[in-house]
T-cell receptor, first 110, second 114 residues
Framework: DVKVTQSSRYLVKRTGEKVFLECVQDMDHENMFWYRQDPGLGLRLIYFSYDVKMKEKGDIPEGYSVSREKKERFSLILESASTNQTSMYLC?????????FGDGTRLSIL | AQSVTQPDIHITVSEGASLELRCNYSYGATPYLFWYVQSPGQGLQLLLKYFSGDTLVQGIKGFEAEFKRSQSSFNLRKPSVHWSDAAEYFCAVAAPGGYNKLIFGAGTRLAVHP
């Protein structure tokens, strides 16, 4: 079975902090994704990566950046956290379809 | 622009009753179609997918979905709901090829009465 592991299930940070969310997959997948999930809005794509050191903006990249130094790891970075970034963040990976998801990180920015 | 609409935000059914969750998409060609389920506090689990061929697809946990090209729909069904089916359900589409990006609907939250 594919395993996508997100480093934290719950995280509480303060406004202005730099926040790192980590995601690791164990299936040598080329493609990895970061989504945020908000009630009534479903999942929205923040960034994705199709190879090491490659990244593409999704639909809502503002206020976020990403890093992919190794194939198995894809990090989401909140450069200066704000309260409107309080949300559930989900990571996914795939070689083709379908995507496989981690359990999510519920992030609260105070 | 591509989009996915799930018209029902909340649905409540009785245990043992049948279920249909609606999904309509807007896309220029036939996309890949998916249904995912999310239990509270969990990530998304794939229920079923449609790429091509038979328009009635079977998934896990007794779910099925039917692709109707003329209606741009991919509705999810289950003949008899169990209390453990209470969760949020997401319909998603992807363009064949490309970077395998998914576009999600807003989700339908299912409650099951005993």
């Amino acid at each position: 079975d594919v395993k996508v592991t997100q480093s934290s299930r719950y995280l509480v940070k303060r406004t202005g902090e730099k926040v790192f969310l980590e995601c690791v997959q164990d299936m040598d997948h080329e493609n990895m994704f970061w989504y945020r999930q908000d009630p009534g809005l479903g999942l929205r794509l923040i960034y994705f990566s199709y190879d090491v050191k490659m990244k593409e903006k999704g639909d809502i990249p503002e206020g976020y950046s990403v890093s992919r130094e190794k194939k198995e790891r894809f990090s989401l970075i909140l450069e200066s956290a704000s309260t409107n970034q309080t949300s559930m963040y989900l990571c996914a990976s795939t070689r083709g379809q379908p995507q496989h998801f981690g359990d999510g990180t519920r992030l609260s920015i105070l | 622009a591509q989009s996915v609409t799930q018209p029902d935000i909340h649905i409540t059914v009785s245990e043992g009753a049948s279920l249909e969750l609606r999904c309509n998409y807007s896309y220029g060609a036939t996309p890949y179609l998916f249904w995912y389920v999310q239990s509270p506090g969990q990530g998304l689990q794939l229920l079923l997918k449609y790429f091509s061929g038979d328009t009635l697809v079977q998934g896990i946990k007794g779910f099925e979905a039917e692709f109707k090209r003329s209606q741009s729909s991919f509705n999810l069904r289950k003949p008899s709901v169990h209390w453990s089916d209470a969760a949020e359900y997401f319909c998603a589409v992807a363009a064949p090829g490309g970077y395998n990006k998914l576009i999600f609907g807003a989700g339908t939250r299912l409650a099951v009465h005993p």
